[in-house]
């Protein structure tokens, strides 16, 4: 009996809505997803200890060999669609060569968001979840020092952003008919439509209803005086004794249910939105300017409203 093995991929970029994505298709009879999302099996140096700013080895990948990856598809027989969804695939150049070579026939779904507005969310990331003690200015000053120190790629909050190369490298190893590239203003402003579309670019049913009527996985920080905050502080903060034995003694997905439970009611319906300081945001739009012509070119699309400095 073969075993079932993912056709597609959601690929990037971070924070630009993949976790809503992977949540909405998880809902589709025909589409076969894992619980835990960012298996980041493929193009991923192992024998790099990665870090975040508690000083905690950061994990990327708990799958080390094709069985053990594969066995997230063990219940995955008889779907159309089988996919996963890892953002740092689109980041890491090996990642695509990999999959490329196992899984030849894939397609590739990728979401791009306004890179400023990205490396923003990307950092307002991690200050909610408590992986983050410096200032945006500060920490995008910081960038090379941290991937010096193998800080995990999400502390390159501009260089994520550069999508040009990431792109090329996509579409050098796949045939462009098997991508699809998505934005998130589009995602966010016709979320059914754009759905339906994915549907087809699957071969899945698009007269399928999807529920989308929330979001996940969204940045800013934590208002104060509550309930979650005291949870969020010594549940859920990542430097602390109780969430170190619970990494150690919980089942991966019992942890992501939770996880994901933690981000809906604890944080999305807790957050307060700091908004980027202006003079920063207009040197993000200088550094960004070039490589967002060269992407648009690359994906064939419009993309100057990235450019505006109005917000």
Not at 271 to 276: D, E, F, S
Request: proline share 5%; with cysteine; glycine share 4%.
């Amino acid at each position: 009996m073969n075993m079932a093995k993912p056709n597609f991929f959601i690929i990037g970029a971070a924070k630009a809505g993949t976790t809503s994505l992977h949540s909405y298709l998880s809902q589709h009879p025909e589409v076969f997803l894992p619980e835990i999302k960012e298996p980041n099996y493929f193009g991923i140096d192992r024998s790099i200890n990665y870090r975040n700013t508690a000083h905690e080895r950061v994990l990327f990948s708990k799958y080390n060999n094709d069985i053990e990856y594969y066995a997230l598809y063990k219940e995955a027989e008889g779907f159309k669609a089988i996919g996963e969804a890892s953002v740092a695939t689109l980041y890491f150049p090996k990642a695509i060569h990999e999959i490329k070579q196992k899984l030849p026939c894939s397609k590739i779904i990728i979401l791009l968001r306004n890179p400023v507005e990205r490396a923003y969310s990307n950092y307002m990331h991690h200050v909610r979840d408590g992986y983050e003690n410096m200032s945006f200015e500060d920490a995008l000053n910081h960038e090379a020092e941290r991937e010096k120190q193998n800080y995990t790629f999400g502390y390159q909050y501009r260089k994520v952003g550069l999508y040009a190369n990431q792109l090329q490298n996509i579409y050098s190893e796949i045939n462009p008919q098997n991508i699809k590239v998505i934005l998130l203003e589009e995602f966010i402003g016709r979320t059914d439509h754009i759905l339906q579309e994915i549907c087809k670019f699957l071969d899945v049913d698009p007269k399928f209803k999807f529920s989308t009527n929330y979001r996940l996985n969204k940045s800013g920080i934590i208002k104060p005086k509550s309930l979650r905050t005291w949870v969020l502080k010594n549940l859920i903060s990542p430097d602390n004794c109780i969430k170190r034995l619970w990494h150690k003694i919980m089942p991966t997905v019992i942890k992501e249910k939770i996880h994901i439970f933690n981000k809906g009611f604890f944080i999305n319906n807790n957050l307060k939105q700091i908004p980027m300081n202006p003079s920063t945001r207009k040197e993000l739009h200088d550094y960004y300017r070039e490589d967002v012509e060269k992407t648009a070119i690359i994906i064939q699309r419009d993309l100057s409203h990235w450019l505006s400095d109005t917000k």
